[in-house]
């Protein structure tokens, strides 16, 4: 069956968990109406399902394709991209001065989420443009804001984010790139970068490149990086794409997945003829970075959303259409649809499960950066708490849906055609770009314990608490305050060691607390609430107690995973 997006899913969400009528109900964002939201969630939805969902399995098959001419896109997505372009779906979120519509940036994330579902790959196009407007939005000068915000805006010039070099990936301050005075205010850049996903391709007019560089006699680390942004054309009087900015596409790599997305090596300045401007202040790239990271990491976190979403509905639809045996102990022996046998009915159960939480979770942050943008601190405390666990935890369930996905399958599921591998295989990066789910769990207990003097922890946990109904979900709240209050004053090896499982147990508890709070919201009699009971008690009953078993991992001390010598590992 074709994809049919989440609709009415998504508008539930919106409404009792990121709670946009409260976010309506403010000058800012009066725009974002029933009808206005109602309308922009449909349109999204038949275009993405009309355009962009039948060029996935194109896009897996053929993929971009490096020529000496740049990277050529599968046949039909420059039409598709421009049928995006044009139907204004880039502006959604983007502010008003700039030729946005100036809605919440939750609804843009449900925009971003039905695309993503739609066809993965070609969605990181419009998810990397959102980070380089961000960055512009908050680092950029008036007159660098006035020339490239519009076209951003509209998606009419793509956006990327160069970060990684061959030798600088986790460790950012080891990067080579540098940018040169040239005395007229401009910079040359030269340097390479890797793992630049859209770094070239034929659907815009133009593709910004926000580069990290190090400047002259800048101290070594992070504390010398700077950013630049590095249009591949450079702008003529009249602001429109001009003269090629001596960017090349070296290469594109051959990856496990996301085939539609082309991830690029860039060289910069091979003619000496790459100029850049300065984004914010001489070494000050690491806080505009983290502009761009905070955004993407949430984005990255809403792609596990996406892969989780397009594998349920196509085992969904397999079960329900597969014939296989009869149901064990029924009297009737005649073959029944897979869907009636209960360990595909556990399956089935737990995708659908995982993947309203994990939209659950990041939705409930993308509503906070909403609110941070307001001046709400305590939004703002929420927000950096939650982007770990967005990003880490919902890729996390992307991964184990679309290999839930493909066990629903069986045999068939193993063989391509039936499109359940893709999701497997696209899934596979979303834990590790973007900061690895790792780093998520370092920042977690290195950072974000300690947050307002550990308020933004406590508060987290007095919420949770102030709602929680389930004695499993209440238990786990209390054991991850307890682990968390640990964790704050041990020392960092043990911190480190016990950061991932403490991670999930926190990422868990927020995802049954919000899947509870959906559960007694949904109280209609129509199938969708019923549903939507049946899986929020699911969540409850079967996946929040599992977190606690996490509880040793997560208190044990480091010397286990040290008890041996790294030669020992190769024994």
Known sequence: MPFTPAL?????????????????????????????????????????????????????????RWTPDGVKMP?????AYRAYVEGGWGTIGAPEAFGGQGLPFVLASAVLETLGSANTGFALAPTLTVGAIEALLHHGTPEQQAAYLPHLATGAWTGTMNLTEPQAGSDVGALRATATPRGDGTWSIKGTKIFISFGDHDMADNIVHLVLARTPEAPEGTRGISLFLVPKYRLDADGKPGEFNDVRVVSIEHKMGLHASPTCVLSFGDHDGCIGELIGLEMGGMRAMFTMMNNARLNVGLQGVQIAEAATQKAVDYARERIQGARAGSPDKTPVAIVEHPDVRRMLMRMKAQTQAARALVYL?????DRAGMGDEAARDRLEILTPLAKAHATDIGNEVASLGVQVHGGMGYIEETGAAQFFRDARIFPIYEGTNG?????????????????????????????AESPDLRNLID???????????????????????????????????????????????????RMKRAVADF????????????????????????AIPADLFAA
């Not at 499982?501 to 919000?514: E, I, K």
Request: glycine share 10%; charged share 20%.
């Open 8 to 64: 009415r899913e998504q508008r539930f969400v919106l409404d009792h968990v990121a709670r946009l009528a409260e976010l309506a109900a403010t000058d800012r964002f009066a725009g974002a109406t029933p009808d206005i939201v109602d309308a922009v969630l449909e349109g999204i939805g038949q275009f993405a399902a009309g355009e962009w969902a039948p060029l996935a399995r194109a896009g897996d098959t053929e993929g971009a």
């Open 75 to 79: 046949a039909g997505y420059a039409e």
């Open 365 to 369: 942050a993308a509503s906070q950066v």
């Open 439 to 467: 780093i998520q769990a370092a920042d977690l207990v290195g950072r974000k314990l300690g947050l307002s003097n550990g308020a933004a922890f406590a508060t987290l946990i007095a919420d949770m608490r102030r709602d």
């Open 479 to 529: 054991a991850c305050d307890e682990v968390g209050r640990r964790l704050a004053t041990a020392d960092a090896d043990d911190r480190l060691a016990a950061s991932y499982p403490f991670l999930n147990m926190l990422s868990v508890a927020v995802c049954g607390w919000l899947m509870e709070c959906q559960g007694r919201a949904a109280d209609g009699g129509d199938d969708f609430c």
């Open 539 to 562: 969540y409850g009953e079967q996946i929040v107690p599992e977190a606690l078993g996490l509880q040793a991992a997560a208190t044990a001390s480091a010397a286990a995973l040290y």
